[in-house]
């Protein structure tokens, strides 16, 4: 079985600009969650969708928001692009809400904002 | 707020021999989850292990077990007979009744042959 796919892999944008990025889960999967890593810290929760609704949110600005589509992939948005936004961002889901369940994690898109 | 603390930026360890790596978390709630993720360089987040709060008994997975003292709220991992392939960044991460998983800043571990 396939697991957690996201794209694009790398991404290079400008400050201002808005980013579209995309992760599909592991067949059966109903939950997605958002993480933001910025080199040499841990990751930062973003979201968490889970049934195509949002069921938790981080401490992130508005610029960011997310969905989840009927297939449970979802998309992570974020407008008017900053320095600070530069980070890997990773994907993970679960079969269920987060909890106990095991997260898998995608390879993560690479975001440079120049 | 919830947090978690990882104390130790960096750990190296003897290939062979056994390590500790410390997480400490700070919560008022009495059911939550707790995990130790491990990150290699330029691969992919996988579990390493995962405790539930209620469960006093410790967590074991073959060379990976862990230390739980709830009421100290720590929750240190401990990898016996450590091999080069256990070379990454470690993290500690919690989930609450938020449904979000907090992380700590991680510990890098060095595997000396």
């Known amino acids: 079985d396939a697991g957690v796919t996201q794209s694009p892999t790398h991404l290079i944008k400008t400050r201002g600009q808005h980013v579209t990025l995309r992760c599909s889960p592991i067949?059966?999967?109903?939950?997605v969650s958002w993480y933001q890593q910025v080199l040499g810290q841990g990751p930062q929760f973003i979201f968490q969708?889970?049934?195509?609704?949002?069921?938790g949110r981080g401490n992130f600005p508005d610029r960011f928001s997310a969905r989840q589509f009927p297939n449970y992939s979802s998309e992570l948005n974020v407008n008017a692009l900053l320095l600070g936004d530069s980070a890997l961002y990773l994907c993970?889901?679960?079969?269920?809400?987060?909890?106990?369940?095991?997260?898998?994690f995608g390879p993560g898109t690479r975001l440079t904002v120049l | 707020a919830q947090t978690v603390t990882q104390s130790q930026p960096e750990m190296s360890v003897q290939e062979a021999e056994t390590v500790t790596l410390s997480c400490t978390y700070d919560?008022?709630?009495?059911?939550?989850?707790l995990f130790w993720y491990k990150q290699p360089p330029s691969r992919q987040m996988i579990l390493v292990i995962r405790?539930?709060?209620?469960k006093q008994q410790n967590a074991t997975e073959n060379r990976f077990s862990v230390n739980f003292q709830k009421a100290a709220k720590s929750f240190s991992l401990k990898i016996s007979d450590s091999q080069l392939g256990d070379a990454a960044m470690y993290f500690c991460?919690?989930?609450?009744?938020?449904?979000?998983?907090?992380w700590g800043a991680g510990t890098k571990l060095i595997i000396k042959p």
């Open positions: 919560t008022s709630e009495s059911d939550y989850y």
């Open positions: 991460a919690a989930v609450y009744s938020n449904y979000q998983l907090i």
């Open positions: 405790q539930e709060a209620y």
């Open positions: 969708y889970y049934e195509k609704e949002e069921r």
């Open positions: 993970a889901s679960s079969l269920e809400v987060l909890s106990y369940n095991e997260q898998f």
């Open positions: 067949s059966g999967h109903k939950s």
